[in-house]
């Protein structure tokens, strides 16, 4: 019986675990967005403190899949408001000839290991030139 239960809050707590979290990108000035805009170097993503053990360690970083080829996120810096921490990022492209409309999953690493998990839309139009 205490196998099975303990089994059983393994798996709970696993899959608790594997669940991303969604957040709001923000401008800094506390407008909320639901999601990232290609070609953007002014928004950044709302991450619960508490997620990243109540701090922003030194060495944070992203790690982001999920994202069309030649799409990409970047971390630019890392500030405190709050009970969030803010990841402001950069969000670009290769070419603008196509659309952009994905769900990126953000790992959020420090000590070579994933604090939390975040996913966010990403946005981006065509300009066709």
Do not use: C, H, K
Not at 95 to 117: E, H, K, M, R, Y
């Amino acid at each position: 019986m205490l196998l099975t239960v303990a089994a059983a809050l393994s798996l709970a707590t696993t899959a608790f675990a594997a669940t991303p979290m969604t957040v709001y990108a923000t401008d800094g000035n506390g407008g909320e967005f639901q999601g990232l805009y290609t070609e953007s170097s002014w928004m950044a993503i709302e991450v619960p403190l508490n997620t990243l053990g109540g701090t922003v360690p030194g060495d944070l970083s992203i790690a982001v899949s999920g994202l069309p080829a030649g799409t990409y996120i970047t971390l630019d810096s890392v500030s405190v408001e709050g009970s969030n921490a803010l990841l402001f990022v950069s969000v670009t492209r290769d070419s603008t000839d196509g659309n952009v409309n994905a769900l990126a999953q953000i790992n959020v690493n420090a000590g070579g290991s994933t604090l939390t998990t975040v996913q966010i839309p990403v946005y981006g139009a065509a300009s066709g030139e």
